[in-house]
C-alpha cells in the first residue's frame, strides 16, 4: 500500500510540473496575444499540445495507479477522489502529508492556469472584436455612404435629356 501512495505522489507531483509548464507557456500566450505575435501564438500552440499529450499519459498512469489503491482498499474506483484517499490515510502520517502537499500544489497550479486561461480567452474576444470592428469600418469606407438615393448619379440622372417625349413645336 505504501509503495502506491508513492507512486500516487509522483504522478501527481509530475502532473503538477507539467501543469507548471503549461502556466509558463500560458503567460507568453498572454504576452504574444496583446502583441498580436501570431507567429508565437502557433508556435505555443504546439509546445502545448505536446505538454498536453505528456499530461494525459500521466492522467491514465494516475488513473491505473488509484484503480489498484482501491483494489487494495476494497473501494470502488468511479468515485473515488484524492480528498477520499487522504482521508483514509489519516492514520499514516507519512503519506498522509505528502499526498495533501502535492495535492495542495496541484490545485494551486490549476488555479493559477485556469486564471490565466481565462484571461487570455477574454484578450482574444477583445482582440477578436476588434479585428472585426476593423473589418466593418475598413468595408464600409470602401462602399462609402449612401443617401438614400440622392448621390451624384441620381443628379446626373436628373440633368440628362429626356428621351421619349412628344415635343409640340415640331
Do not use: W
Amino acid at each position: 500500500m505504501a509503495s502506491l501512495i508513492e507512486t500516487l505522489v509522483t504522478v501527481l507531483d509530475k502532473q503538477n510540473d507539467g501543469y507548471m509548464k503549461m502556466l509558463e507557456l500560458s503567460k507568453i500566450k498572454t504576452t504574444a496575444i496583446v502583441e498580436g505575435n501570431v507567429d508565437q501564438l502557433q508556435e505555443l500552440l504546439v509546445q502545448e499540445q505536446e505538454q498536453i499529450d505528456a499530461l494525459d499519459k500521466l492522467e491514465e498512469e494516475r488513473r491505473i495507479n488509484v484503480n489498484d489503491i482501491c483494489t487494495v482498499l476494497n473501494l470502488q474506483s468511479e468515485h473515488i477522489r484524492i480528498d477520499d484517499i487522504i482521508r483514509i490515510l489519516e492514520k499514516r502520517p507519512k503519506e498522509h502529508d505528502a499526498l495533501v502537499d502535492v495535492h495542495v500544489r496541484l490545485k494551486r497550479t490549476l488555479d493559477q492556469l485556469m486564471q490565466i486561461n481565462e484571461n487570455n480567452k477574454m484578450l482574444l474576444k477583445e482582440s477578436m472584436d476588434m479585428i472585426d470592428f476593423e473589418l466593418n469600418l475598413a468595408k464600409s469606407a470602401m462602399i462609402g455612404p449612401q443617401m438614400g438615393g440622392y448621390d451624384n448619379g441620381a443628379y446626373e440622372q436628373e440633368n440628362a435629356p429626356i428621351m421619349g417625349r412628344f415635343d409640340a413645336k415640331q
